[in-house]
């Protein structure tokens, strides 16, 4: 039976009250309590100037994380293929190009409009790090980084090189707000590889093909806080799979993905 | 790897509702664009419209499902016993075992534009009817369309602009070749909306007439929807004679600029190459390329330098937008279809009559639709953000 196995290198993350895996770490593991507060986002020093200004919360947050786990790993961010997964495009872009529309304004900004594509933050993280690898765009709305986690794998077994999963979901301002209400910006980013590396392999992910698919329920976050972070939050349903890597614990994660099935994921620590 | 059976197809574009109608304006070379009476939007520019997508009905309990976009994908579902085939196919493959990989650029975004237009004057609110899951998100056509179909196994949306239902394939092929399941529906849908229409007018790219893909007097893109789906299945022992094959797969990103393509078409040229590559095929063996060919300066000169730079400037190409528009996220798929249709009649179809060709590119650009075997096919798909897309088919015999 098909067996495939993704090695975890490294880990970027950054949502409200968890401004970076570190600290994420800390939390899941047990050792910090969960506050919740606003994720603070910072200009992305990897784009140029122009666009770093314009630089919307999810371009923030991604190309955040994504330097991170590459730089965790070891690895130059040019040289892994990439999946960028997110429930829906630029929240804001998508609000003032259609207010602006409603109010009979049809002179859209380009750049708002080049801006709006789903697959801005892959073409920003492109520019940021020179990268000319493959990289998907997906989308499966609450079980969007599942989807992403899946096509990441089987990237790796195509390009047989290091694979970068950035998933990434940013909130809508009102009145799509209560249409969709995600509350804050959440971002993390996977570094996987074919191979392990001693040392620095952090874990295992093993998919198996009998069992990948699944629909065994989702294990709710034991802290209630928490628990509300992963439901609100389509990027933030991986929080099940990192608290297992965060207490460095060997088991099979079930993750939200498009309801049935469900995604099984085995992880084995390595350190 | 080995190839993917492409069991099935079928496309509805502004040249004809399935296979039968399209192949026939391809022959024609018939263009289906017409000045823009879309709703209200005020730009005079062609668009490729498909009559009579609002008369399409939805079932009552996916009428949360009911947009645009969606009623265009039912439509074009309907067409060459398409969902009759992915019936068969469950039957044989089991309804876990086969995925919904669709592309879409802009899903069901027409739903939020009037959902905006009819907010609340006091409150502010969006109406009550406005489902952003069903309609809004990119999600919504591939959930849609599974359950339309009744299928059980993995799916999402790819959503990487122009190239998405290009990207498509090549996802649904790396899950067959890892044995996670043994067919897919695959295929884009995008349909007209005013985001689209003042989004490309703002950066100055519609033209003000019918596209003219590499033409000498080409002024832009002409915009168009459509819905083309296939169905891939794992490869058959002994597939019939003249069966379609996906062969190879190539993918790359520019890393250049967000709506402006590497002037040397670089990205494309890697695409490209590793397509071929994945095929096991060297340029030589390409019978025909279709191309990208957006018509605007910019995309069909660095997609003409990629060309002749893998190709040289004898393999036979086109761009069949001047008959399609630029469908945007359902190109990939839509262009798929004309590549199968292409292998099955022995055509290599010139799109409509667009004047003088530019001289200046260095490819071999079709004057005229060619009649001839065509064994192998390499169809181009690029999009903003740099996202690139290449594709290989062929015939089993």
Redesign the interface.
Known sequence: MTLISAYLEGIGLLGPGVPDWPQGLAILAGQTPYQQQKTVLSPPASLPPAERRRASPGVMAALEVGHKACAMAGVRPAEPASVFASSGGDGRICHAICSALASGDTMISPTQFHNSVHNAISGYWGIAAGAMTPSSVVSAHDGSFAAGLLEAVMLLGSEQRPVLLIACDSDYPQPLHDARPVPDTFAVALLLTTMPHPGKTIAQLSFCGDTLFTDAEVQPMDDHALETLRQSIPAARCLPLLQLIARGEAGRVVLDYVNPPRLAVDVAPCS | ?PPVLVSRFTATSCIGRGLDQTLAALLDRQSGLKQCAFQDI?ISTWVGEVDAVDDEEMEPELRDFNCRNNRLAQLALRQDGFAEAVDTAASRWGR?RIGVFLGT?TAG?LQ??W???R?DPVS???PAD????AT????SL??FI?RKLRL??????????CS?SA?VL??AK??L????IDAAVVGGVDSLC??TL??????GLLADGPCRPFSDDRKGISLGEAAAYLLLERMPDSPDGDAVLLLGVG?????????SPHPKG??AR?AME?ALSSAGLSPASIDYINLHGTATLNNDSSEAKAVAGVFGATTPCSSTKGATGHTLGAAGALEAVICAIAIQHDLMPAGPEAGLRDTTTGIQYLMSNQRQRVSHILSNSF?????NCSLVFGRSA
């Open positions: 790897m005020d876990r650029s975004i939020t534009e959902a905006f237009r907010r502010g609110c969006l406005f489902v952003y899951a809004h998100s990119p999600y591939s959930d599974r059980e196994g993995p799916a999402m949306s790819v959503s990487s602009a998405s990207k090549a996802s790396r899950m070749d890892a044995g996670l005013a985001t003042y989004g490309f007018h703002s950066l993918e790359s990103s520019d890393a250049y600029h967000m709506s670089l990205g890697m590793q999009g903003f953000g740099g996202s």
